[in-house]
């Protein structure tokens, strides 16, 4: 009897124990016949940006190559092809790995539900994280609502150590294949995937940027961080796999901190799931925004890297031309969004979402609250960055701002965070700065004062 396994959020081959349980369960059935299936749901695959789309096709190629082409792609409802998938191989169980943000939990109930009315089980194991969600507590029972101590339970706790591809595995040709979904525009450049690249990855940064990641992380200017966020989220490579090689350097001790706040994120919306959206410290909830022709005329501005802040203009051209943004740069166009232009913090996490080859949904929503002090172990509100200083201190010399901000690039040397300053810092059409942020700084702090009273 042949198994089915469903890829998810767990794009690769190898450290993959749901698929390996697959492998085991159909080789004690009889020949170890496995067909492996990725479903694709058209609505979202549309709403999807071009970037995201190529992005995802890119690693789903790269998954059907180390399949040797035998990945099933199919499109359409996913509990309903693989209702069809399953009578077409014969197969009475489907298995998957444990999704535990509230969309893919919503999914894996909604799928094991109709296959169930079929007489198929769906076995779901292991997860995307090193440690499952909702496992690390409290003595008390409770979770944790701080960092630093759930870092300690779950350093403590531990993690097991990566596993290798189950052997003997014979896999189906594709069954009643659609082949990868067609993205809606051309791609912007040519985007690499899949868990060999990841592998290449972590090589790489084992090489070029492990041992100093606590001085350089921070450096947009510089190739200081892992370049592994995307292959996290595909699920191309497992943290597992991260963890299990790194040793005790000062910076490779930051770097597991760094995969600890993505677990924590993880943890903290398992059990507050209306967190994705809304609020974790609701009293921020009744704090005044702004609304109206205007604020969503700043909101384009901000979208579109066009706010007369080289730092920030930066970063949000370099999340639309690839998809990523540099981890410290998300915090200072974040705190921009909420605390310069008065925008709740929802509307920075859905432009995020749309345009992010790296988006998980934890770590986006959590990072926004963090920034915008309403979330678990949250910077307190009065933390507002100031753009300008930021670009000098993280990218002293300014070749962040030159790299995508090509109005910017006849300015030499760090002028190049106050071209309004300059005699002809504006003369290719750049843009002077669409507030004042020493002004709105000020406003921030007022209304934070108004639900303080309150």
């Known amino acids: 009897m042949a198994r089915i396994f469903w890829f998810r959020r767990d794009r690769r081959l190898n450290d993959n124990v749901a698929l390996n349980a697959a492998i085991k369960a ?12 990725f479903c694709v749901d058209p609505a979202e695959f549309g709403a999807l940006s071009p970037i995201r789309q190529h992005s995802l096709v890119a690693s789903l190629d790269s998954l059907g190559a180390s399949l040797d082409r035998k990945l099933t792609i199919r499109n359409g409802d996913v509990a309903q092809s693989l209702i069809e998938l399953a009578a077409a191989a014969s197969a009475k169980v489907v298995h998957a790995t444990r999704a535990y943000d509230p969309a893919g939990v919503a ?12 007489g ?31 870092f300690r339970a779950w350093f403590e706790r531990g993690w097991s150590r990566p596993v290798s591809l189950e052997s003997g595995a014979t896999w189906i040709e594709p069954l009643q294949c659609h082949g990868r979904p067609t993205p809606t525009a051309p791609a912007p450049f040519e985007i ?39 292959a996290l989220a595909h699920g191309e490579i497992h943290p597992r796999t991260i963890l299990d090689r790194l040793g005790e350097s000062s ?15 993880a943890d903290v919306l398992w059990h507050n799931p209306h967190t994705l959206t809304d609020y974790y410290d609701q009293k921020f909830s009744l704090m005044r925004y702004d609304s109206g022709p205007a604020a969503e005329a700043k909101l384009a501005a901000w979208q579109q890297g066009k706010t007369g802040f080289p730092m920030v203009d930066a970063g949000m051209r370099q999340l639309l031309e690839t998809g990523w943004m540099h981890n410290r740069v998300r915090m200072i166009v974040a705190s921009f969004l909420v605390k310069d232009l008065h925008l709740e913090w929802q509307q920075g996490a859905e432009w995020f979402e749309k345009n992010l080859t790296d988006f998980d949904p934890a770590s986006n929503s959590h990072g926004w609250q963090w920034t915008a002090g309403c979330g678990t172990d949250a910077s307190p509100y009065f933390r507002i960055f100031n753009p300008i200083s930021q670009g000098y201190k993280f990218d002293p010399e300014g070749d962040y701002v030159r790299r995508y901000v090509p109005e910017l690039r006849h300015i030499s040397g ?35 004062s108004e639900i303080s009273k309150k």
């Open 251 to 265: 910076g490779a001790l930051v770097f597991r901190k760094e995969i600890a706040w993505r677990e924590f994120y």
């Open 107 to 118: 999914e894996q109930n909604r799928v094991g539900l109709a296959l169930k009315e079929h």
């Open 414 to 448: 760090k002028s190049v965070h106050e071209p309004w300053q300059l005699i002809d810092g504006l003369v290719n059409g750049y843009s002077l700065p669409i507030v004042d942020h020493g002004a709105e700084r000020l406003e921030s702090l007022a209304r934070l």
């Open 26 to 37: 159909a080789k004690a059935d009889g020949d170890g016949s496995v067909a492996p299936v």
């Open 192 to 230: 690499r995937a899949g868990e060999q690249f990841a592998l290449e990855t972590l090589a790489k940064f084992e090489k070029r940027a492990l041992q100093n990641y606590d001085e350089l992380r921070d450096r947009s200017d510089l190739s200081g961080t892992s370049h592994l966020s995307h």
């Open 120 to 150: 198929v089980f769906l076995q779901l194991d292991d997860s995307y994280y090193a440690v499952e969600p909702g496992s690390v507590r409290k003595a008390d029972g409770s979770p944790y609502r701080v960092y630093t101590p759930f």
